[in-house]
């Protein structure tokens, strides 16, 4: 993709379109670094980690590790809101994600900011946008007060693939990884900004009132694995914290940073390059709950 001077200008224009206040929300997985399921005291040593840089949650599974009987009261301890996912691609997981809204969900719902169905489901291909919508109904039959929508590839919002999706959810979470388009730090900055607005400007141009977050951002730190020309390391992943993340969070856009916490138990996975890839270190913590780099935002005028 080729960057000219436009890109900087969009950034002081776009924000207006967006919104007055930003979030930062961080994704947090389920699973201890042994890889045995979190209970509510786990979450609630989460919490206390992120502490005052995030207020609000997102994770994949409203079932397994029974994710929404252990994290909602740990939430609501804690004054976080947390955003539920949906895993919609087979009909035994759907159902168990399905059960636990019913029965814990529903009994939290002050804290509960939303719930996504689907993760990248039109990115992969396991579902079609028919699909995936009527999977949205059945949630928010449930769950008729919350905010329901998606969270997907930035580019299936951008191609219009997600069209359908974007016009019946009420919030949708745009994915959008400079590392995993194999970017330099130098342009991460500036190719992450543009896939985001991309989303952005197709969303609004269906459904302005949907809300819209940057859904999964990140960059893999010390021990993690390069891609392309994306070099992993802590230093780098700081860099893109600050030119980056602290960017849109800074002109009105809700960002969720991918992810809170290294998973060590994660096997290595396989990227499009035919290249194994480590996934263990993308946490902005370690799995002690440990800040591995400075993640203050300073404002234009400091």
């Given at each position: 993709?080729?960057?000219?001077?436009?890109?900087?200008?969009?950034?002081?224009?776009?924000?207006?379109?967006?919104?007055?206040?930003?979030?930062?929300?961080?994704?947090?997985?389920?699973?201890?670094?042994?890889?045995?399921?979190?209970?509510?005291?786990?979450?609630?040593?989460?919490?206390?980690?992120?502490?005052?840089?995030?207020?609000?949650?997102?994770?994949?599974?409203?079932?397994?590790?029974?994710?929404?009987?252990?994290?909602?009261?740990?939430?609501?301890?804690?004054?976080?809101?947390?955003?539920?996912?949906?895993?919609?691609?087979?009909?035994?997981?759907?159902?168990a994600d399905k059960a636990a809204l019913q029965t814990y969900a529903t009994q939290y719902t002050d804290i509960l900011y939303a719930v996504t169905v689907g993760s990248e489901a039109l990115y992969r291909g396991s579902l079609t946008a028919e699909q995936l919508n009527s999977s949205i109904a059945q949630v928010r039959s449930i769950l008729p007060?919350?905010?329901?929508?998606?969270?997907?590839?930035?580019?299936?919002?951008?191609?219009?693939?997600?069209?359908?999706?974007?016009?019946?959810?009420?919030?949708?979470?745009?994915?959008?990884?400079?590392?995993?388009?194999?970017?330099?730090?130098?342009?991460?900055?500036?190719?992450?900004?543009?896939?985001?607005?991309?989303?952005?400007?197709?969303?609004?141009?269906?459904?302005?009132?949907?809300?819209?977050?940057?859904?999964?951002?990140?960059?893999?730190?010390?021990?993690?694995?390069?891609?392309?020309?994306?070099?992993?390391?802590?230093?780098?992943?700081?860099?893109?914290?600050?030119?980056?993340?602290?960017?849109?969070?800074?002109?009105?856009?809700?960002?969720?940073?991918?992810?809170?916490?290294?998973?060590?138990?994660?096997?290595?996975?396989?990227?499009?390059?035919?290249?194994?890839?480590?996934?263990?270190?993308?946490?902005?913590?370690?799995?002690?709950?440990?800040?591995?780099?400075?993640?203050?935002?300073?404002?234009?005028?400091?």
């Open positions: 993709m080729h960057f000219t001077s436009v890109v900087p200008l969009a950034l002081v224009v776009a924000p207006a379109a967006v919104s007055a206040f930003s979030n930062l929300g961080f994704a947090l997985g389920d699973k201890k670094s042994d890889g045995s399921c979190k209970y509510t005291a786990d979450y609630a040593a989460d919490f206390a980690a992120l502490g005052s840089l995030s207020t609000i949650v997102r994770g994949y599974s409203a079932s397994e590790c029974n994710t929404a009987q252990q994290i909602l009261p740990a939430a609501r301890t804690a004054g976080v809101k947390v955003v539920l996912g949906v895993w919609p691609d087979t009909d035994d997981a759907f159902n007060s919350t905010k329901i929508g998606t969270a997907d590839s930035w580019n299936k919002y951008a191609d219009g693939t997600a069209d359908l999706v974007i016009q019946y959810s009420d919030i949708l979470l745009a994915n959008a990884f400079a590392y995993w388009q194999g970017s330099t730090i130098q342009n991460a900055s500036h190719l992450y900004v543009d896939d985001v607005e991309q989303a952005l400007a197709r969303v609004q141009s269906i459904n302005p009132n949907a809300e819209f977050w940057n859904g999964e951002t990140g960059w893999p730190t010390d021990g993690g694995s390069d891609y392309g020309s994306a070099q992993a390391g802590t230093t780098n992943a700081e860099t893109f914290w600050k030119s980056s993340v602290c960017a849109l969070l800074q002109f009105g856009y809700n960002v969720f940073y991918f992810e809170a916490f290294d998973e060590p138990w994660k096997p290595a996975s396989v990227g499009e390059n035919g290249q194994s890839a480590v996934e263990t270190v993308w946490g902005a913590f370690t799995s002690d709950r440990t800040a591995k780099f400075d993640m203050t935002c300073l404002s234009s005028g400091s």
